[in-house]
């Protein structure tokens, strides 16, 4: 029977086997739950068993078990590293439910479910994919080892000190991410790209209390204003960022890169209109999708000074605070570039006031080469499931695992989603569609066969 066929053959029986792991509420920031999580991964390991995996095991790891399991039987051809998630996030608020959380329920080709789409279903895909080509062909065309934590809803504690104490055993060619969504409904994308992140609060001291604005007002430096004036400084008229080296580390988009952004399905009328905002604004030279996910930026995200209750109040402010933050791109580097900022900080504040600027969080960019041939491996399947091109993404947003898995494991990295952002994750209603479980552990099989051409080049 060819594997297609068994695909097709197994549909009922691999969607009751997704619904036996939806039943389970395996809520991981709820201590009450802890049993239902370990049940769960339980759940996992023996559905990775049956797939005909070897060496599975559910791992204990300090907090909620992660889940391992291997297919070492094709020597000399790459090996596959599949992550994901078992555990799901609260169902709260439960009234909002059409059909209850734990009670997989299928409407219009679609199952209910919390946990659906982030991350059983997509993460099940691969493993009834392993199955599929286990019965069908009796062996696999690229080694193939699972990482299935329990701990993604609540910040993945212990997997880099997973990682860091099992480098052997994790050892691969390329790493796949199956919990993210398409970036249009039968528009698969492969995320190769993610922004990090550099976090500072700034504060300005004047006096040692506030003052009254009427009696000292005038002469005595106010750090309100002279934030304000300092951070309108930190960007130019064309929406640069001023902060000197700042840029000196970004690697420009490709031409094949922005040529993949013209490709995108998107319309830039129609997100300002989705945002109800007056008009779009940014770097000049980029588009607002090129803005979002591929260029570095700065932000104010949060300032406070003086009397900001109902009413007037006559006060000259003793202190004012700013928190910034910058988005990264490859290969910005977070410590190099909050210590960038504070010193030009530092520089532009006057010496009437004090100034103090704090580091408070940071988080690498990441980004597989555009020209990675896993890359085209992933876009090979792609045309094979859906018959067209895949779509080429990097996003603005920061995933500190994947970043994880290529300092600690040196693993190249592809995101690749068959969810709908559409799918309601962390919310009521989640879902799942079926359709795309399907095209899921097909687009799985396909990739498998496309990985096993590529030579491994480590990053
Ligand atoms: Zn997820």
């Known amino acids: ?11 009922e029986r691999f969607q009751a086997e997704l619904f036996r792991l939806l039943e389970i509420p395996s809520v991981s920031t709820d201590p009450a ?14 559905q990775l ?9 559910v791992k204990e790891t300090g907090g909620h078990p992660l889940v391992y399991g291997q297919w070492l039987g094709a020597p000399g051809a790459p090996t596959v590293l599949i992550y994901g998630h078992y555990d799901v996030q609260p169902e709260d608020p439960v009234e909002l439910w059409t059909s209850p959380p734990f009670v997989p329920t299928i409407r219009d080709g679609k199952v209910y479910a919390r946990g659906a789409t982030d991350d059983k279903g997509q993460v099940i895909a691969h493993v009834k994919a392993v199955e599929a080509l286990m019965k069908a062909e009796g062996k696999l065309p690229v080694n193939v080892k699972f990482v299935i934590e329990g701990e993604e809803e609540i910040g993945s504690r212990n997997l880099a000190p997973f990682l860091e104490k099992n480098k052997e055993l994790l050892k691969a060619d390329v790493l796949v991410i199956s919990d993210s969504a398409m970036f249009a409904p039968g528009k698969p994308s492969i995320v190769y ?4 992140l550099a976090y500072v609060q700034v504060e300005l001291k004047g006096a040692d209390s506030d003052l009254h604005s009427g009696v000292f007002g005038g002469a005595v430096p106010n750090p ?6 300092l951070i309108a400084q930190l960007k130019d008229e064309d929406g640069r960022v001023t902060v000197p080296g700042f840029y000196d580390k970004v690697v420009d988009l490709s031409a094949q890169e922005r040529s993949d952004y013209a490709r995108l399905p998107f319309d830039n009328e129609e997100f300002r209109k989705e945002l109800n905002v007056p008009g779009l604004s940014g770097e000049k030279g980029w588009t607002p999708l090129e803005q979002r996910s591929a260029r570095p930026t700065l932000e104010i995200n949060g300032m406070l000074c003086g009397w900001t209750g109902p009413g007037a109040k006559t006060v000259l402010p003793a202190k004012s605070m700013a928190k910034i933050s910058c988005r990264l791109v490859p290969d910005q580097d977070p410590e190099e570039i909050a210590r960038l900022l504070a010193e030009h900080i530092k520089k532009l504040c006057p010496p009437t006031v004090e100034c103090e600027v704090m580091s408070l969080h940071g988080g690498k960019p990441w980004v597989t080469p555009r020209e990675h ?16 091109q895949a779509l080429f993404v990097r996003e603005g947003g920061s995933i500190p695992i994947v970043v994880d898995f290529q300092n600690i494991l040196g693993l190249p990295g592809l995101l690749v989603g068959f969810g709908l952002n559409t799918e309601n994750l962390h919310a009521p209603d989640e879902h799942f569609d079926l359709g795309n479980y399907q095209l899921g552990i097909r687009l799985s099989i396909e990739l498998m066969r496309e990985l096993a051409t590529y030579k491994a080049s480590r990053l």
């Open 1 to 11: 029977m060819s594997v297609t066929d068994y695909v097709e053959q197994n549909q």
């Open 33 to 46: 739950r802890q049993g239902e999580v370990a049940r769960c991964a339980e759940e996992v390991a023996a």
């Open 49 to 57: 068993r049956a797939a005909g995996l070897e060496g599975v095991e």
């Open 193 to 196: 790209g993610l922004r990090g």
């Open 224 to 229: 309100g204003f002279e934030l304000c004036k």
């Open 373 to 388: 041939p896993a890359l085209e491996c992933a876009n090979r399947a792609v045309q094979t499931v859906f018959g067209e």
